[in-house]
């Protein structure tokens, strides 16, 4: 049983296999948070709440309760509780005030449906606690619920607002979220970054005030990634106390964290308030989107393997295929150059390489000749495919290669058929100029009448087509946020409901393709988030593709979510590069993840070419490791010019271990260690063939950094039987 109610104390219990989550209700009346953490012994554990003058309290209860002050499990606008709240419901007296007080429990196995948002699949050990709370004024009731993912040390959090009053309400504020913390002396790492620069790694210490991430693009966004870590200052790669955070959820969100008077910290996941609201009629309910949280003693390495773990086994879709192709996609190579007669030469290009897939990326439907037209427009361009996409689909499997496709949905060019015909199916505030970017707007996924229309153009382009694998990008931030479908009291639900669209539609491609994987894009990992990953098996990590800015992109992604989704390619677009081992570095890097490339194959040297099929044939001995095995970074690219890493299978006989240098230096010597290698046996490294003891690979084995760059060294070491 991972949640336990103690009736005597009025304590519940949630636990996983290396953490405990304990909270009480006090005087019957207040959800309040005992501790988070390892599982030491927690006898005596109570309730503290220190005294602070000008802190509000309830008379019967005098200073002994303040809400204030204290660990909360949930708190609300404008009763007493004066830091960041969670929860903000305006009612029909127009205040927007509340205080919910306990009403009832229930412990259940599984977990609750969304309700057309993603959410973590249950398994067999999956419990959730449900504590119900009610507002007498405003008469909402609220469902708090916890679903406890025992064996990867994951929480899941998320809330049930209902209107139980004669009259409709007002939803400004809902965070999934909300964790007390008894101390502030940790750092935040938070990941930042831009187009073309995505999830840089932050670490500060935390401050007395507000500190906060957050998108209100549309889109999970480049620019701040919804993931969190809270941790001890001295919190290292392997030892020290951090927890983990993140939504699951693509759309706005706003991650808080509150440093109070006492020294606490607060930290709130969810869709914030500033793109957020919600009409909640008389006897409706309205389900938040999920956040996770994970607690690890084992450094941000622990973390990294609990998030691993929980979403390879409840976020991502199942496996497509037998193995996952390796790509050769068109785009850094085409551009929209392209037409029936220039792809199969990469068809056959590809499938002389031993690659598994050509990806036509952007350029093939509609007037799609550059940006500025086409989109929305969703069937093949016959002068660019004569025959059709069926016929020509055909000939590129005749390769005995797959095939796969770019599509951006959610878009629409001003010059295409679709805008012409509905202007009015966009993102847009009545009487107000709409922003355009990259020469297109929104359409408004809030709208069915959009979603239908999306459903019917792709079905009768690709019905019967034998399309493997689509390419789903995003390719602005929305502006002008409002939805001409929606009445004037509703627009704040736009942003909302607009995701609500897009779900819906990565369901129908899932159901109505469903020999099809999706890789998801947003001009690179602008949306690089759970909620993606629940529809996608991959992401395109980013649209740098140059190996010394990916290494830190790549690095910091693996903080919070496994390698097999994070999409890798070999860039050589226009064959420039001729040298194998520059193009060999480039592949090591690549190596992170699910390999592809992007070069104009058909054209490249014999050299290249053989290069090429050499190392999609090595990568195919690495490939279960670097989907299936357990990941640990060794070197931070952040700290330093070089980033190390490996892989290893559960069983530690095999390690595949990645050394990358950006940039030439003077010679300094590195230890690079793998602890797991077991003592006393021994290992053959099968890229040299040197022979290595379990114990040196242990204690690690040493390298010598380069004067010159690019350099980088991998070694396979499999235990010798
Ligand atoms: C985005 C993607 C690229 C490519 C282009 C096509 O920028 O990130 O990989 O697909 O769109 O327009």
């Not at 449906?113 to 507002?135: S, Y």
């Not at 989704?565 to 070999?570: A, G, K, L, Q």
């Amino acid at each position: 049983m991972s949640v336990k109610y103690i009736e005597d104390e009025s304590k519940f219990v949630l636990e996983t296999q290396n953490s405990l989550y304990v909270l009480q209700i006090l005087y019957d009346k207040f959800p309040v948070h005992l501790y988070y953490g390892s599982k030491d012994d927690l006898s005596g554990l109570a309730y503290v709440n220190p005294y602070k003058s000008f802190s509000p309290y309830f008379e019967q209860y005098g200073i002994n309760y303040s809400p204030d002050v204290g660990m909360a499990e949930y708190s609300y606008f404008g009763s007493g509780d004066f830091r960041v709240t969670p929860l903000r419901i305006k009612n029909k007296n127009g205040d927007s005030v509340t205080h919910f007080t306990y009403k009832a429990y229930r412990i259940f196995d599984g977990r609750c449906d969304l309700q057309g948002l993603p959410f973590a699949a249950a398994d067999g050990n999956t419990q959730t606690l449900e504590l119900i709370l009610k507002d007498s004024v405003s008469g909402c009731e609220i469902g708090l619920y916890y679903t406890v993912f025992e064996k990867e040390d994951v929480i899941s959090r998320y809330v049930r607002v209902t209107n139980n009053s004669d009259s409709p309400v007002k939803i400004e504020k809902l965070m999934s979220l909300m964790l007390d913390l008894p101390s502030c002396e940790y750092d935040m790492i938070s990941l930042y970054g831009a187009h073309n620069a995505e999830r840089n790694f932050q670490r500060v210490p935390l401050f007395h005030g507000v500190q906060s991430v957050m998108s209100r693009r549309g889109a999970s966004s480049h620019q701040y990634n919804p993931f969190i870590a809270i941790c001890d200052k001295k919190t290292t790669e392997r030892q020290g106390d951090v927890y983990g955070f993140n939504f699951v959820y693509s759309g706005d969100f706003l991650d808080e964290v509150d440093v109070d008077q006492t020294g606490n910290t607060r930290i709130q996941i969810g869709l914030g308030s500033e793109n957020f609201t919600w009409l909640l009629e008389s006897g409706q309910s309205f389900m938040s989107p999920e956040a996770v949280m994970t607690y690890s003693s084992c450094g941000l390495g622990g973390m990294s393997s609990n998030f691993h773990r929980f979403v390879r086994e409840h976020i991502l879709p199942p496996e497509p295929f037998e193995r996952r192709p390796v790509v050769l996609n068109t785009w850094e190579a085409c551009y929209f150059n392209i037409d029936e007669r220039e792809m199969l030469r990469f068809a056959k290009s590809a499938a002389d390489a031993g690659i598994d897939m050509l990806v036509m990326d952007d350029g093939w439907f509609g007037a799609r000749n550059n940006d500025k037209a086409g989109l929305g427009d969703w069937y093949v361009n016959r002068d660019k495919f004569k025959n059709g996409l069926k016929s020509f689909v055909d000939s590129v499997k005749a390769y005995g290669i797959k095939f796969g496709i770019w599509i951006e949905p959610e878009m629409v060019n001003p010059d295409s058929d679709l805008y012409r015909a509905h202007p009015d199916w966009c993102i847009r505030c009545a009487g107000r100029e709409s922003t355009l970017s990259r020469n297109q707007l929104v359409l408004d996924m809030s709208n069915p009448k959009v979603l239908e229309y999306l459903k019917d153009s792709f079905a009768k382009s690709f019905d019967g087509v034998g399309i493997d694998y689509f390419k789903w990008d995003m390719n602005r931030h929305m502006s002008e946020v409002g939805s001409p479908a929606l009445a004037p009291e509703r627009q704040g639900e736009t942003a909302y409901r607009y995701m609500l669209g897009v779900y819906d539609l990565y369901r129908w491609f899932n159901e109505h393709f469903p020999n099809a994987m999706i890789e998801n894009c947003s001009g690179g990992g602008g949306r690089y988030d759970l909620g993606m990953m629940k529809y996608c098996t991959q992401i395109w990590t980013s649209d740098n593709t140059w190996p010394k800015k990916r290494m830190k992109i790549q690095y910091s992604s693996t903080l919070a979510y496994p390698p097999c989704v994070m999409s890798c390619h070999v860039s050589n677009p226009h064959n420039v590069c001729e040298n194998p081992d520059e193009l060999k570095y480039r592949w090591h890097v690549a190596l992170n993840g699910p390999l592809g490339y992007e070069m104009h194959l058909p054209n490249a040297s014999e050299i290249i070419k053989d290069t090429v099929k050499e190392q999609v044939k090595k990568y195919r001995e690495y490939e279960h490791l670097i989907l299936r095995g357990e990941f640990h970074r060794i070197l931070s690219p952040f700290d330093s010019n070089y980033y190390a890493y490996y892989f290893t299978n559960a069983e530690h006989t095999e390690f595949l271990l990645s050394f990358e240098q950006s940039y030439g230096e003077s010679p300094v010597k590195l230890t690079l260690s793998m602890p797991e290698a077991e003592v006393g046996t021994r290992y053959t490294d099968t890229v040299s063939g040197d022979e290595y003891s379990g114990r040196m690979l242990a204690d690690g084995i040493t390298i010598k950094t380069k004067e010159k760059d690019p350099y980088s060294v991998m070694w396979h070491f499999v235990r010798n039987d």
